[in-house]
């Protein structure tokens, strides 16, 4: 992994955790001692981020981790409805035994209680990700990646506020199972049956903290 790719990853968790709020300015000498890398790798990460709408630059003031906004919410769910479920559709067209032994691995990992909300979260992630690998499409891959992290952005964003997240994560139960039988017309329904429930959710959180905000 470059320097580049490795304050790359670095600061977009610390972005998508909340590490570092919405809006909180970006102190680039800060990055650069705490992840022990040169002014380069931390500028082109931030670039790259920046991109990837994680970031905004605004020239002579600085830079910013970006906003968190309703507007955000509704155009990043219009596109994963659609492209989420084309994934989901080519995976189970092209997808190996080998993935499906990864989801498999992952998903029997899914805590009996709901308290340990990270453990969900990077089950979540984990089952995704391999989604998309499994898609075998590059650009795909890196478009779904994307907006996936600004999804899971906000979901810690308002994780104070989100009841039980075991029925969002068991919903890949049923996606699974139809990945591997090479079910794409059933995966690509259960898939976008999974993207509005979580978009309804985050709809209904999101514009009641704005109404009492």
């Excluded at 492209?83 to 990864?102: D, F, K, P």
């Excluded at 899914?110 to 391999?130: F, G």
């Excluded at 779904?144 to 994780?159: E, I, V």
Aim: proline residues 2%; hydrophobic residues 45%.
């Amino acid at each position: 992994m470059s320097l580049s790719q490795q304050a790359y990853q670095s600061i977009k968790r610390k972005i998508v955790y909340l590490e570092l709020e919405p809006g909180a300015v970006i102190d680039e000498v800060a990055l650069q001692e705490e992840l022990r890398l040169g002014r380069t790798p931390i500028r082109e990460a931030l670039q790259r981020l920046e991109q990837e709408k994680l970031v905004t630059i605004v020239p002579r003031r600085g830079m910013f981790v970006s906003e968190i906004s309703v507007t955000d919410l509704y155009q990043i769910f219009e596109l994963r409805l659609t492209v989420e479920a084309l994934a989901a559709r080519l995976a189970a067209q092209r997808g190996s035994e080998a993935h499906w032994q990864q989801m498999a691995t992952a998903l029997n990992s899914i805590p009996w209680d709901s308290a340990n909300d990270q453990q969900l979260i990077e089950i979540d992630e984990a089952c995704h990700a391999i989604i998309y690998t499994a898609a075998d499409n590059t650009f795909l891959e890196d478009m779904l990646t994307t907006c996936y992290a600004l999804s899971l952005r906000l979901w810690m964003f308002f994780l104070h506020r989100i009841g039980d997240m075991r029925t969002a994560v068991q919903e890949h139960q049923q996606i699974y199972t139809a990945l591997r039988d090479g079910d794409a017309d059933e995966a690509a329904r259960l898939m976008q049956q999974h993207i509005q429930s979580f978009q309804a959710e985050m709809s209904a959180i999101m514009i009641g903290e704005w109404d009492h905000g």
